[in-house]
């Protein structure tokens, strides 16, 4: 589980585009199968999807994109390493929260 999660660092560096996003979410779905607890993982994933649907059929800015990666890619990358490093779990939850908040914000 680990080794896939570990999978997202490399493509969040990438930045949030759809064919990048389409991959991480991608990886989160094939993560989340296979783990104990899904929750975050599941979470990180509908963020994710939820960008997608809302770029995936009208031109986006590239202002656009620089005002979702400052308010999300932090905390994105972040949950990333505690899910991969099976952090403390009331620092996921969070750090997950904060993610909700700020993605909501965003819209």
């Known amino acids: 589980m680990g080794r896939d999660i570990a999978m997202l660092k490399p493509l969040l ?3 949030l585009y759809l064919d990048n996003i389409d991959e ?24 994710l999807i939820g960008i997608y ?20 890619m932090p905390t994105l990358k972040e949950i990333a390493v505690l899910i991969e490093t099976s952090a403390d779990k009331d620092k996921l939850w969070a750090v997950l929260s904060t993610l909700v908040k700020a993605y909501i914000l965003t819209y």
């Open 13 to 15: 560096s990438k930045g």
């Open 53 to 72: 649907r809302s770029w995936e059929d009208r031109p986006v800015t590239p202002e656009e994109v620089e005002q979702m990666e400052a308010s999300l």
């Open 24 to 47: 991480m979410i991608e990886i989160c779905e094939n993560a989340v199968r296979a783990m104990k607890d899904p929750l975050p993982v599941y979470v990180l994933s509908s963020v």
